[in-house]
């Protein structure tokens, strides 16, 4: 059996009780992967619970060949020509924000590095990093789960 290539994928995730999901995507010039209000259920699917806070994902490309530093660097080009309104969605009381890293490899092996200058762009924006390891045969979906393809 062959290794598959460990795959990546990035997505921006703004959430807060107050957070406008639908002006989102218009101001930044993206069309957002997932979006709920609170009360919604994930994935909006009723057999899951529900979202505690409003959320807008952009998941950043839809290639998974491509790693962190690269789907990081285009998402900051993008959102740091907005920076003033993502510091304003990320102030409001209870308001966060994050860039959810999810990974996978075939042997469940594997890592990243960030250069200092990317982790300080990021934190210029107000956002933090969330890495979501994935078991091997494991996919990712826009609303933030892994989905098991090994049967």
Not at 80 to 96: D, F, I, K
Request: hydrophobic share 35%.
């Amino acid at each position: 059996m062959e290794d598959e290539a460990p795959w990546y994928q990035v997505a921006f995730r703004p959430w807060g009780e107050d957070l406008p999901i639908s002006e989102i995507g218009p101001t930044l010039g993206v069309d957002p992967t997932y979006a709920a209000l609170k009360g919604q259920h994930y994935g909006h699917n009723p057999k899951y619970d529900c979202h505690p806070t409003n959320i807008w994902t952009w998941s950043i490309s839809t290639d998974s060949s491509i790693p962190f530093e690269h789907q990081l660097e285009s998402a900051l080009n993008v959102l740091e020509s907005h920076a003033s309104y993502v510091q304003q969605l990320l102030s409001s009381a209870g308001a966060g924000g994050d860039f959810f890293l999810a990974y996978s490899s075939d042997s469940g092996q594997g890592g990243a590095d960030f250069s200092p200058r990317l982790l300080a762009r990021i934190a210029r924006l107000g956002l933090s990093l969330c890495l979501d390891l994935y078991p091997p045969g494991a996919t990712f979906d826009s609303a933030g789960s892994s989905r098991n393809t090994v049967s």
